[in-house]
């Protein structure tokens, strides 16, 4: 077998037990969770397991960083200076809301991370957080967002509330005026957390609209 089929081999057999192990610890945490569990529901020895990760703390760092590699291959907006910070703004909200939408074991998994008191950033997360502060800041300097708002804050107040929706979205839905309208529901949520962003945001009332 030559080396390059030996590396696809091991990168499908990798990506086989991540996707076994995602959704385990998503359902159980990770002290929920056994390496015989995940060898059994990815159908791999646990030695090989073990040999790819090393262990399971590994193997749940492993999903975390696969799980920040989605989002670099999800649609996002461009992090480019020459965008106009209401262009950005607006495919930025559509952007979280869609992968929140789309993601829901990391949902699960950030809440069992809470529940265990693990609150450091997963593998590759900070140099995301970076990019939208500086992106930020640019648009602050160009004078197109209100420049007394802490960047991190824009980031985590845009992502807060796609997370939130979704995670409490079977909740939200049982309200009266939400029963039996999931996707209006949705679409109407979306809407008005843009136009919340872009009013919020803007140095002017209405240069964001």
Not at 155 to 178: K, P, Q
């Amino acid at each position: 077998m030559s080396k390059e089929k030996q590396t696809r081999n091991a990168e499908a057999t990798k990506a086989v037990i991540l996707e076994a192990a995602e959704n385990l610890f998503a359902e159980k945490g990770f002290a929920g969770t056994s390496v015989r569990e995940i060898s059994e529901k990815a159908g791999v020895s646990g030695p090989l397991i073990m040999f790819h990760f090393k262990s399971k703390e590994g193997v749940y760092e492993a999903v975390k960083a696969a799980i920040v590699d989605r989002y670099a291959g999800a649609k996002h907006p461009v992090l480019d200076s020459a965008i106009p910070a209401w262009e950005f703004l607006r495919e930025f909200v559509g952007a979280m809301f869609s992968f929140y939408r789309d993601n829901p074991t990391m949902l699960r998994l950030s809440k069992w991370d809470n529940l265990a008191g693990a609150q450091d950033p997963w593998p590759g997360e900070d140099e995301w957080h970076h990019m939208y502060e500086e992106y930020f800041l640019q648009a602050q300097a160009r004078g197109e967002i209100r420049a007394d708002l802490t960047p991190m804050n824009i980031f985590s107040f845009i992502t807060g509330s796609a997370h939130v929706w979704w995670e409490y979205h079977d909740h939200f839905l049982r309200h009266e005026e939400n029963q039996g309208r999931g996707g209006e529901a949705d679409a109407r949520f979306l809407n008005e957390l843009t136009g919340f962003v872009l009013r919020g945001l803007s140095p002017d009332p209405g240069d964001l609209e």
